[in-house]
T-cell receptor, first 122, second 111 residues
Framework: GAVVSQHPSRVICKSGTSVKIECRSL??????MFWYRQFPKQSLMLMAT?????????EQGVEKDKFLINHASLTLSTLTVTSAHPEDSSFYIC??????????????????FGPGTRLTVL | KQEVTQIPAALSVPEGENLVLNCSFT??????LQWFRQDPGKGLTSLLL?????REQTSGRLNASLDKSSGRSTLYIAASQPGDSATYLC??????????FGPGTRLSVLP
């Protein structure tokens, strides 16, 4: 199956610093990537939808100036947590949707998830 | 707004039992439904994907069914093993192309 990687897998930072998380589709092109957040003992919640070459779409309650998303290529999306605070400590997971053969989108096409990034803000 | 619920929230059973995990969703307008497994502190492992036009999918000891009209899916685990212990997440893919996840069922299979 298709592979999605995330880097780093784990990061610890001081309050007030910025952290960048990368999400890469390794063997397919992804016009759309999704960023989810999971707090301890809770399920995944969508933060934003990242579309290649355009601005991300954020879910209600997610601060776009705090969580900067860049999707500069068909294989890479980045999430930057700016001025991180302890309440931002969470597990961040991305998923990527295969563009499909010939560049045609298939709406029911499977998505592939990255392994996640554990962020701890001290 | 799509909402996904899962019952039970937690389950502890002896090894060898057959299990049924339940998932319900409020809006039947979905592309597909997927069951995932998540081990503590880890990412997601996809178990079964059921397209909206399908009724069920099987993989080894796992069988998932989908009744879109009633907004329900079940994951059946046969002959459970301690290695099956994990959190099982149900998620529906909606027309915004993102997943809406349920809260999960924490399964513990005792040896």
């Amino acid at each position: 199956g298709a592979v999605v990687s995330q880097h780093p897998s784990r990061v610890i930072c001081k309050s007030g610093t910025s952290v960048k998380i990368e999400c890469r589709s390794l063997d397919f092109q992804a016009t759309t990537m999704f960023w989810y957040r999971q707090f301890p003992k809770q399920s995944l919640m969508l933060m934003a939808t990242s579309n290649e070459g355009s601005k991300a779409t954020y879910e209600q309650g997610v601060e776009k100036d705090k969580f900067l998303i860049n999707h500069a290529s068909l294989t890479l999306s980045t999430l930057t947590v700016t001025s991180a605070h302890p309440e931002d400590s969470s597990f961040y997971i991305c998923s990527a949707r295969d563009r499909g053969a010939g560049g045609h989108l298939v709406h029911s096409r499977e998505q592939f998830f990255g392994p996640g990034t554990r962020l701890t803000v001290l | 707004k799509q909402e996904v619920t899962q019952i039970p929230a937690a389950l502890s059973v002896p090894e060898g039992e057959n299990l049924v995990l339940n998932c319900s969703f409020t809006d039947s307008a979905i592309y597909n439904l997927q069951w995932f497994r998540q081990d503590p502190g880890k990412g997601l492992t996809s178990l079964l994907l059921i397209q909206s036009s399908q009724r069920e999918q099987t993989s080894g000891r796992l069988n998932a069914s989908l009744d879109k009209s009633s907004g329900r899916s079940t994951l059946y685990i046969a002959a459970s093993q301690p290695g099956d212990s994990a959190t099982y997440l149900c998620a529906v893919l909606i027309y915004g192309q993102n997943f809406v996840f349920g809260p999960g069922t924490r399964l513990s299979v005792l040896p």
